[in-house]
């Protein structure tokens, strides 16, 4: 979308070129590979991160450390005893929660053999997290709280003293 509008606006003006157009044309597809999200899908004991440029799998099952980077742009960083490495968004996780199930099924799996050494914390608050959000979006949907500042509704645990 963002090439055809640029190839318009300058053919509008009256300066494209074939070298103008080319640039557009680098210019769309360097704007298509930023934007374009990291597709993650997971099957019983690994989670796989795909990008235009690669991709990154991790044994779920035997993964070593969970750890939590970023506060503006956050990451779960995921390895596993294999030398795999994976970045996931936190959203992506909290927006599918069957994904998020496999990931904290196979965890469990991973915490019992005694891999996981390091991150059981990070994976504890962000089911939490996730649990509450799945539990607001419940009573939301369901018309039993209504959204703060939508009317007399309050959000589960709030007080309004």
Same mark, same amino acid.
Not at 24 to 36: E, I, M, N, P
Not at 47 to 53: C, N
Not at 91 to 109: C, E, I
Not at 135 to 160: E, K
């Given at each position: ?20 157009? *080319?640039? /557009? ?12 999200? @990291?597709?993650?899908? *997971? ?24 750890? %939590?980077?970023?506060?503006?742009a ?16 936190p ?8 994904? /998020? %199930? ?8 991973a ?23 799945? *539990? /607001? ?18 959000? @589960? ?5």
């Open positions: 979308m963002f090439l055809v509008l640029a190839v318009l606006v300058d053919w509008e003006s009256g300066g494209l070129t074939p070298e103008r157009a *080319a640039l /557009w044309a680098l210019l769309g597809g360097a704007v298509f590979a930023l934007l374009l999200p @990291p597709r993650v899908v *997971a099957g019983e004991g690994w989670l796989e991160v795909r990008t235009l440029a690669r991709r990154r799998r991790v044994r779920t099952d035997a993964l070593v450390t969970v750890q %939590h980077s970023g506060a503006i956050a990451r779960l960083i995921l390895c596993d005893t294999f030398g795999g490495r994976a970045e996931v968004d959203r992506v996780l909290a927006a599918n929660p069957l994904l /998020w %199930h496999r990931l904290d099924t196979d965890a469990g799996r915490r019992r053999r005694g891999t996981l050494r390091a991150g059981v914390d990070v994976l504890r608050r962000l089911e939490e997290q996730i649990s509450g959000d799945q *539990a /607001w979006a419940v009573f939301t949907f369901s018309g039993l709280i209504q959204r703060p500042g939508s009317g007399s509704g309050t959000r @589960p645990g709030s007080s309004d003293a």
